[in-house]
């Protein structure tokens, strides 16, 4: 059995209640890149269907956006190790991006893993996608729509995509990145993640560079994002 650390448990436990994202006979289908964000996730809800009195099923889908040439053999034997049902996809988004010249490869990218996704869960009777983002990837994401799009807009604990009648869910959304890191270090996960070929110089590589020059002098600059958003975005 994996060790998750209490303050993952506590933090994923909390987000899932606050915002009732999870219920009595849910089938959940996890996106899961190989990355430490998702495999945290993974396990941090394998955790919770232990120990909830929630009944609920959880799969795990990866997406490659190379097309085929990413092996997932690794992710298959974790997610046999966790006991919980893995698809794999191929899907030349890489390339896509390449012959469209994508401008926001970052935003593009994320849209087209989200709508396979969500494609595929709707098409397999998963009612909730469970996705990733915490609370760095919430922040970075406000910095980003405020300074390039002029609005206070990013992620939501839960959102309804009428598309596909399904819900996203983000567990993680209370954790830091740093948190994450440290717990996928000290638990020794298999990380498998690619590495995207277009983010090292995109608007979202800036803004994450922002954020640190903020909390060198504001530590606690996430967790006063994440009271901000309670209040006035996520209230509603």
């Known amino acids: 059995?994996?060790?998750?650390?209490?303050?993952?448990k506590r933090a994923v436990g909390d987000a899932v209640c606050a915002y009732s994202m999870i219920e009595n006979g849910d089938n959940v289908l996890v996106g899961l890149s190989g990355g430490k964000d998702s495999?945290?996730?993974?396990?941090?809800?394998?955790?919770?269907?232990?120990?909830?009195?929630?009944?609920?099923?959880?799969?795990?889908?990866?997406?490659?956006?190379?097309?085929?040439?990413?092996?997932?053999?690794?992710?298959?034997?974790f997610c046999e190790s966790l006991d919980v049902s893995h698809i794999y996809y191929p899907y030349p988004i890489f390339e896509i991006m390449k012959i469209r010249n994508e401008g926001s490869p970052c935003s593009f990218c994320a849209n087209m893993r989200r709508g396979i996704l969500?494609?595929?869960?709707?098409?397999?009777?998963?009612?909730?996608?469970?996705?990733?983002?915490?609370?760095?990837?919430?922040?970075?994401?406000?910095?980003?729509?405020?300074f390039f799009s002029g609005r206070f807009h990013t992620f939501r604990p839960k959102t309804w995509q009428s598309r596909t009648q399904t819900w996203v869910i983000r567990p993680l959304i209370y954790l830091p990145e740093e948190t994450i890191a440290s717990a996928a270090s000290s638990m020794k996960l298999p990380l498998k993640d690619l590495e995207c070929p277009y983010g090292k110089n995109s608007k979202r590589t800036a803004m994450e560079k922002l954020l640190e020059s903020i909390k060198k002098e504001s530590p606690q600059a996430e967790y006063s994002a994440l009271s901000a958003l309670k209040k006035a975005f996520w209230a509603d």
């Open 118 to 146: 969500s494609g595929i869960a709707k098409d397999r009777g998963f009612a909730k996608v469970a996705l990733g983002h915490h609370l760095t990837d919430t922040v970075v994401t406000l910095l980003l729509n405020i």
């Open 1 to 8: 059995m994996i060790f998750l650390p209490e303050r993952i």
């Open 39 to 77: 495999l945290i996730l993974l396990v941090a809800l394998k955790h919770l269907q232990r120990v909830s009195p929630i009944k609920f099923n959880i799969a795990a889908l990866t997406i490659d956006p190379t097309g085929g040439k990413f092996s997932s053999s690794g992710l298959k034997n």
